[in-house]
């Protein structure tokens, strides 16, 4: 019994190519990759390799429900995005504008404390302990001006 075919899936607030495979269709939303939408396959009983527009409306919400609440499945704690919150203390998994609102959040927190990595972040600088002398340098005009003529 053939399923008609969605081109548009949507799953978690976003809308997905229906043409894609699973896995590759799930990492179209902010938040999950390859490894996470393999994770989510293997534990829901979904073949990876089947295009996510023949998914009937049942497994799309299943599906759904993996993607929003992955700690309910059998995925791993370190595959989580959110571990040991700042302000909570829980481990959790973030997708689409929450991760935005959570990252902006973390970086504001970081410059209003004036920490290291803030003030990095705050100057444009790298923030995880690379070298500058040769990279990094797209941002302003490091060297030596000519003088004018005139």
């Known amino acids: 019994m053939e399923e008609e075919f969605k081109h548009m899936v949507r799953i978690a607030r976003k809308d997905v190519d229906g043409n894609k495979t699973i896995i590759n269709a799930m990492t179209d939303i902010k938040g999950i990759g390859k490894a996470l939408s393999g994770a989510i396959c293997t534990t829901m009983d979904f073949d990876p390799n089947q295009q996510i527009g023949y998914l009937s409306d049942k497994e799309v919400l299943r599906l759904e429900e993996a993607v929003k609440n992955p700690k309910n499945g ?7 995005n959110r571990r040991n919150d700042y302000e909570t203390g829980e481990t959790g998994h973030l997708i689409e504008s929450d991760l935005v609102m959570c990252l902006r959040d973390d970086l504001n927190r970081m410059k209003k404390t004036r920490s290291y990595k803030g003030r990095r972040h705050e100057v444009g600088l790298p923030v ?3 070298r500058t002398k040769s990279t990094f340098r797209k941002g302003s005009s490091v060297g030596v001006r000519r003088r004018r003529r005139g």
């Open 74 to 80: 059998k995925i791993p704690e370190w595959m989580f």
């Open 128 to 130: 995880r302990g690379q």
